[in-house]
């Protein structure tokens, strides 16, 4: 099979992995890849923050909880709940892809971003997971006063998170709806 069939096919999202931290040139070659993604004009209005620090990242997921049993729903609550809840499953990276609000297409471009980074972490045997509850960081004044630490400039909302590690599971594959596709010839 063609090598880059083979690593999309591959990719899973991973939720279980190694504490040892991913090697410093294989996280260069993922970024790499992230800002070559197609986006809108190459208008490139993203930001990407690297976090590699434990106690950020565990500050981060006490605020998304408290912010979750605050504000979210029932699912996310039960989530939540759970003693071993942690929003980015200890995964020793985390990139936070933010963006300027108001660019035409930017959440598609971040999407295909996020994407080129699952692929190259996949490319690389890293594992890797995309985040969207990372949103809750941002729903309470004590989230949002982490911005300045992460390195959001003023006008820059959240899209994603994506967790990046050394995987410590092979989960299947989730089962895809197949009837999704028309063809007009
Ligand atoms: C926009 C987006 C948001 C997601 N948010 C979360 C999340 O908050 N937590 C999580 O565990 N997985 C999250 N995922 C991962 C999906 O659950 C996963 O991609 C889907 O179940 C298919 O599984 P696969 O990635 O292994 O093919 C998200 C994926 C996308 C694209």
Avoid at 3 to 24: G, L
Avoid at 28 to 57: G, H, Y
Avoid at 58 to 86: C, L, Q, T, W
Avoid at 172 to 180: Q, S
Wanted: hydrophobic content about 40%; glycine content about 4%.
């Amino acid at each position: 099979m063609n090598e880059t069939i083979k690593v999309i096919k591959n990719r899973r999202s991973i939720r279980k992995y190694k504490a040892e931290q991913i090697n410093a040139a294989e996280l260069q070659e993922i970024l790499d890849c992230a800002i070559l993604a197609p986006n809108a004009m190459n208008q490139q209005k993203w930001l990407f923050t690297v976090i590699q620090s434990k106690a950020v990242l565990d500050r981060m997921v006490e605020i998304i909880k408290e912010n979750i049993f605050n504000a979210g729903n029932d699912f996310m609550k039960e989530r939540a709940s759970s003693p071993d809840y942690h929003t980015f499953y200890n995964a020793p990276t985390v990139i936070l892809i933010s963006a300027v609000e108001k660019a035409p297409w930017i959440q598609v471009d971040c999407g295909l971003a996020a994407e080129n980074i699952t692929l190259a972490a996949e490319a690389q045997n890293i594992g890797s997971c995309v985040i969207a509850s990372s949103r809750m960081l941002f729903a309470s004044e004590k989230g949002n006063a982490m911005r300045k630490e992460l390195g959001m400039p003023e006008g820059y909302n959240h899209v994603c998170a994506i967790a990046l590690g050394y995987k410590d599971e092979n989960p299947e594959t989730p089962a895809r709806n197949k009837e999704v596709f028309n063809y007009v010839k």
